[in-house]
């Protein structure tokens, strides 16, 4: 990898919603548009750029409060974006989302045909995002958005999804959430693990030095610098099949809950495998300065602690010994939960949708959101395993089990049922706060 540098990345320019974990609580809020007319798209982006917050506005009186605005390959067309400028984009940014089904497994129930009307047509344009601590502050960053969208003849709304945490602060399979966030250099934020070295800017900001000193900026400079690209995937959780996939397979209610921490590689209070061997710890669990500093490959390179095929060791192996380079595959992840929770102990669906809105940030569609998604969640041979797949998120086809290192004897589960299905998404750009302004000031 690359020597460390004095990069300084652009803040005042770069989005907040790429660089800023999102609050603990939260609320968000998904807008979708379509452009009918170019002159108004136009305006969209001219006024979108006044209500966007920059990476650098961390300490104005809206604290953890902010608008991101990204923009599809459909859109960037809408908007008349020249084709010189639009075949400088990534080409897996150019197909879509939906032309990336099987790559990124959303074959049989997740596949597109099955997806959520609009996502995954051309006709989703613009995304607008609204993140906050409550409700009453989503609200008004709504408000604040709303001047750029509102009464906009030529832009059609056609797709919304609000989200909030749980009264738990946990994800719908009962797991603490939003645990690892990666240290960007130049970002100014500190990293969840304090033994990760910092990743370089241009892994999750265009137009900086990556790990390997690459350089990718969409052309204009003007347009592609300080940007980034973003996926949004709409996830449903069938959580009665993954809490009788618990029951069905474990002696008793702590055997279930060893299980659901051997799936994952934390226990559901946050507290890690890594940390806690034996028993969970909820004061480690919350404690965000504790619950993400360790490392794999020293004290359990063959994951008989920590397996390798849990879900927090394949979508970051972190220092263990694994098929490729790991820090060119980081990724900055988000979730945010929507729907409402499945009462507990209720362990038959009751119709209701419900499930996370997953969202990546970087600079490398391909190598880190599609590289992780296809071989680290959907293939094990990276780790020595065949092709397993991942026992929370992976296209499990029922045929697969999950097996947990254990000396004498591993321990073997029944094949995995798919307990995350895929609703739709889309592969968008996120520019900085002058290409929102570029775009407005585009004339044909």
């Known amino acids: 990898m690359s020597a460390p540098t004095d990069v300084t990345l652009e803040l005042d320019d770069i989005q907040r919603g790429v660089l800023s974990p999102r609050p603990t609580p939260y609320s968000a809020t998904y807008l979708v548009f379509r452009i009918d007319d170019r002159d108004r798209g136009r305006e969209l982006m001219r006024r979108a750029?006044?209500?966007?917050?920059?990476?650098?506005?961390?300490?104005?009186?809206?604290?953890?409060?902010?608008?991101?605005?990204?923009?599809?390959?459909?859109?960037?067309?809408a908007l008349g974006v020249p084709r010189s400028s639009l075949e400088s984009f990534a080409w897996e940014f150019r197909q879509g989302m939906a032309a990336r089904a099987r790559a990124l497994r959303d074959e049989?129930?997740?596949?597109?045909?099955?997806?959520?009307?609009p996502l995954g047509t051309r006709d989703v344009h613009v995304v607008i995002a609204a993140v906050a601590p409550d409700p009453?502050?989503?609200?008004?960053?709504?408000?604040?958005?709303?001047?750029?969208?509102?009464?906009?003849?030529?832009?059609?709304?056609?797709?919304?999804?609000?989200?909030?945490a749980l009264p738990t602060e946990k994800e719908h399979f009962g797991y603490l959430d939003g645990v690892s966030h990666p240290a960007v250099e130049g970002s100014g934020i500190p990293g969840s693990n304090r033994l990760e070295t910092p990743l370089k800017g241009g892994e999750f900001v265009l137009g900086y030095p990556d790990e390997i000193g690459g350089l990718q900026t969409p052309q204009p400079a003007v347009l592609g610098r300080n940007g980034s690209y973003a996926v949004f995937r709409k996830l449903h959780q069938d959580v009665a099949a993954f809490r009788r996939y618990l029951k069905d397979n474990s002696t008793g209610t702590q055997d279930e809950e060893l299980i659901a921490a051997k799936i994952m590689g934390r226990w559901r209070s946050g507290?890690?495998?890594?940390?806690?061997?034996?028993?969970?710890?909820?004061?480690?669990?919350?404690?965000?300065?504790?619950?993400?500093?360790?490392?794999?490959?020293?004290?359990d390179p063959t994951g008989f602690t920590t397996p390798g095929g849990c879900h927090i060791r394949r979508a970051n192996p972190r220092d263990a010994s694994v098929a490729g380079e790991v820090r060119l595959h980081r990724m900055i992840r988000r979730g945010a939960i929507y729907g409402p929770p499945l009462p507990e102990g209720v362990l038959e669906d009751d119709g209701a949708d419900r499930g996370l809105m997953f969202a990546f940030i970087g600079a490398h569609l391909g190598r880190q959101f599609e590289f992780v998604q296809?071989?680290?969640?959907?293939?094990?041979?990276?780790?020595?395993?065949?092709?397993?797949?991942?026992?929370?998120?992976?296209?499990?086809?029922?045929?697969?089990g999950y097996t947990i290192p254990r000396r004498p004897v591993r321990r073997r589960l029944a094949p995995l049922p798919r307990f995350v299905v895929t609703r739709g998404g889309e592969y968008c750009f996120l520019p900085s706060l002058s290409a929102l302004r570029w775009l407005g000031d585009l004339r044909d």
């Open 49 to 77: 750029s006044a209500a966007a917050t920059s990476a650098a506005d961390t300490s104005s009186p809206l604290g953890d409060t902010w608008v991101s605005v990204a923009v599809t390959y459909w859109g960037l067309q």
């Open 108 to 117: 049989g129930a997740s596949s597109p045909q099955h997806w959520e009307a």
């Open 374 to 400: 296809s071989q680290w969640m959907n293939d094990g041979v990276f780790f020595g395993a065949g092709d397993t797949k991942d026992p929370v998120v992976g296209a499990a086809d029922g045929q697969t």
């Open 136 to 164: 009453l502050r989503l609200e008004a960053a709504i408000d604040r958005a709303r001047p750029a969208y509102d009464r906009l003849s030529g832009v059609t709304s056609i797709w919304r999804q609000d989200c909030s």
């Open 271 to 299: 507290a890690p495998l890594a940390l806690a061997p034996q028993h969970d710890d909820p004061a480690l669990g919350t404690d965000p300065r504790r619950r993400n500093t360790f490392l794999y490959e020293q004290d």
